[in-house]
């Protein structure tokens, strides 16, 4: 963020000397601030004010990264409060905890299910990308559950949630070089935590009772000039912890106050006490609002469908429509008979056709062109969406080797594109679909034949 | 963003109406055109008694509490070089709907106002002038400043003061149009907030174009940064203007009837 | 340097508005704050959760959903005094699915007279959700506020093409609420509450529905577009977009693929309702962060587990 005058006048000493030359030391701050002169033009700035005015160039939340090579993530780095302003731009991350008090069973389920929830949609890779491993006091099943989750064969991150420090030392000499997040520093042992952390630039988990308690040992810890860090936003309570997850991103980014300029890690296995369902809630509510990075108590579909849905969404750029791949979608298995349905491939609207098409129950060959990633209309009229780009559509893809049916459905409100298409592609009939999407179910039922 | 703060300007003693009004104590001429002003959009009325050095004191309370009782607290800029009066005027003031602004300090003789903002938690119009008109940007700026190191040893919060560049007739003066603008850039680059007084800009010119200049140039000038004017409410071009840029810049959402409300 | 809360004070706040009547009345908003954000103010009533019921049997949910409800899902006046009983929500929305002309076309007569059974059988507020085809819900909404006068409902909803209609006879002859749709298009939403305000309804007596979208499907324009109409209304002080929101998610969540995709079409993702549920909570969750004062949902699982979410907030 950018200096104003006033902010740079608030610092000078206000003495109007005019050895900068200026008559007034506002009247300099306001010539500093438009970039007009340097300011080291004044004699008396303090070393204070000095520091504050280079580091309002740096941002105000750093972005930290941790793992390794194909299991490298960045966090943090982001510069707003709400999405619209602009994009959020790393994404949060979902960690599943073990622990060496972790019957073998209960450790080899998770990773199975670590294993089995691995997908992409819309072009982005889902899974779990840290494991988090929590020391509770024995050393050799702890050493024993980290060569297991590494023996595992998983893409994971590691976080050694362990505040020990030989334990830890025992740890780092096993996963060590994947450059784990270290969790982590609290009042007592941050000047060793430091220590094991910097000479590998290891992400510093931070702990603390209360944001007082905590802001203090960050302020003594970037003493020791280290700033890989990463806050707990504890777990005495889910009030608490929210509200110091929004208070964190505001102080850094609203009070401009780097010393919270850090991404935050949420226990929310914790919080959700052994409820699924709650622990769904508690992980979508710090999806959407500051949690950088999520602890859960296990992954399946019903945990990660709804939540890596709603991260890829709110991690979007808001200037960018979001667009699915232009290709023919395969929608209630179709085969050599069904017909062929046009739509555009702006996101959104591919998903509420898909979703309609799946509810009329009736096999289709969905496709979308390339239009811009725009919907149906704004396509059209910016020539994105016309007859040759359908027919051409249909031509280089292999839909009619897949499909007899010569039936092409093509949105209502581009009617008017049925006697270009027929011209580029002969021997198809172009049907003209509803209106709006909501309708398709009855048209498709009503066009097939079906009750 | 924060919305463009209107004040309407319409109860002014060089009217001979409210002049009257006053001197009798007539209360229908003034609550008329405060309604007038009100419905026509205007957020804060000015309220000038002339320097009223007689009677001042008892004259703005008086009209004070007339206007606040009849328009629900309705916020007010207490426009007079009398410092009892004002005083005065702030006593019986209700803030519930917003501060009063005291219209108008400056930075020569009536620098003193600024003690009266501070002394009763007030806003001030700071006129960006000492003796005469200034000659250009940098004067402007110059006590532009001064005024802002006054004020803040005073402990008035920046945000309390409306800088005003001193805007000028436009027919005879017109080589200082741009001045002026380039003033309010400055200042809304120092984190500043600023006033205009739009009255005077088209004295002179034909009554059909007075509107056009009105408007166009309160334009341009919140596209600088400017963020309140005190104005005739009354005139819809240079309301509907205001609205129009307020929409433009963000600081409200846009409706199809937006210019409705 | 100490820590200090960063606190942001904002002068508008969202309206008040009342639904029902008697002791189990709801009121919505009344907050001068973001969701949850109790250090910088007052949060108001709360977020408002309602159970979906609809005036036809619900041959297209899930059968764990139905096998719950049992025979009483073939008589919505029953069917909402088994909600109230043992799932007590804070309103019921009855759907008024079978007068949709593409569908049953049932009479509005008939659904009338199905309403009001269904309010005489529950003391928990409704709300009345139409078919989305304009035509039809005009003279739906029209005959339903008549028989319904009395009990302060909320009719859901009101769009561009009929809002005259739904709000003169909803709110202005029978005093319910009225809800206006705007579908994801703030300007929209801002203009159709200007329309209704117009016809001297006032803003106590309206509420938004903005649009929604299950988590996945474009949720971030409904959370943006939420965002960006509660720092209007609070930041800017904007009186026109002041009003509560309630946001529909159960009659998306359940039509995408997640909820809707049975255990045989996709064995790897598991039991449906499992997953139908934690759409409908994700999806909650994400309009209630982001401003929505009311959410219906459909599975009792999931309405416990949002109340007992906001439990631990407030
Ligand atoms: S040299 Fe420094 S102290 Fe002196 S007037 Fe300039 S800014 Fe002020």
Redesign the interface.
Known sequence: MAMTGLDIYKLTPKTNCKECGFPTCMAFSMKVAAGGVEISKCPHMSEEAMAKLSESTTPLMKAVSFGQGETEYKLGGETVL???EKTFVNRNRYAVLFSDEMPQEQIDAKLANMK?VHYV?IGEEMKVEIAALQYTGNKASYLALINKVKASGLKVAYMLVCEDLSVLKEALSLVGDEKPIVFGATKDNYQEMVGLAKDSKLLLGVKAAG??E???LV?NIQKLDYKELLLDTGIA???DA??NA??IR??AL??QDR?FGYPSVVFINE?AKG?K??E??????FT??YGSILVLEDM????A??????R???F?D?QKP?RVEPKFYPINNPGDNSPVLITVDF??TY??V??EV??SKVPTWLGNPDAGGYSVLTAWAAGKLSGSVIAKFIKESDIESKTKCRKLIIPGRVAVLKADIEDGLPGWEVIIGPDEA??LP?FLRTMEGIN | M??FLVIGERIHCISPVIRQAIADRNSAPILQRAKEQLDAGAVYLDLNIGPAERDGEEVMAWAVRLLQENFDNVPLCLDTANKKAIESGIKVYNRSKGKPIINSADAGPRLGLLEVAAANDAMAIALCAKEGIPTGVEERIMYCTEMLEKAMTLGIDPMDLLFDPLFLVIKGMQDKAQEVLETIRQITEMGLRSNAGLSNVSNGAPKHVRPIIDATYCAMAMQCGLTAAIVNPCDPRLMETIKTCDMIKG????????L?? | ??????V?KYSGNVCNLELGTGEKKISLGGQNVIP????DGDTGSGAKIGLEILDIYPDNWVDELKNLYGSAANNAAEWARLVEEKYSPDFICLRLVGADP?GLNKSVEECAALAIEVAKAVKLPLVIAGT?NHEKDLKLFEKVAEVLEGYNVLLLAAVEENYKTIAAAGVTAYKHKVAAESSVD???A??L???IN?LEVKSENIVMHVGS?????????V??TI??IR??ALG?N?K??QMPIITPVSFDTW????G??TIEDTP????QT??G???E??????VI??GSDAVILRHP??AQ??R??LG???
């Open positions: 709400f999405r619209h089995n949609r944001l007082e905590l802001y203090e302020e309570s889910v009030r929210f509200t929004v208070q505001r102080t609203k009070e010393t919080l409820d369902f709650m769904i809630a508690l992980a979508s509510l959407m609002k399946d579909y019903a945990r469908l709804p939540l890596y849905g709603l890829q969404n709110i979007t808001p979001m996101a959104l998903f509420i898909s979703g799946e509810r909501m309708h009855k | 924060e919305r600081n409200m959402l846009y409706a199809d009837s937006y409705e409300l | 340097m100490a820590f200090k809360t960063s942001q949850f954000y109790s250090f593409n989305q703030i300007n929209l801002k203009q509450n200007i329309l117009q979208a299950a988590v996945g499907y474009g949720f971030e324009y959370a943006s965002d960006r720092l209007a800017q904007d026109t977009l039509n995408v693929k997640e809707a995709s790897e993702w598991g039991d499992e997953r549920i934690a759409m909570i994700s999806t909650a969750v994400g962060a982001a699982r999931s587990t949002i007992a979410f631990k907030l407030i």
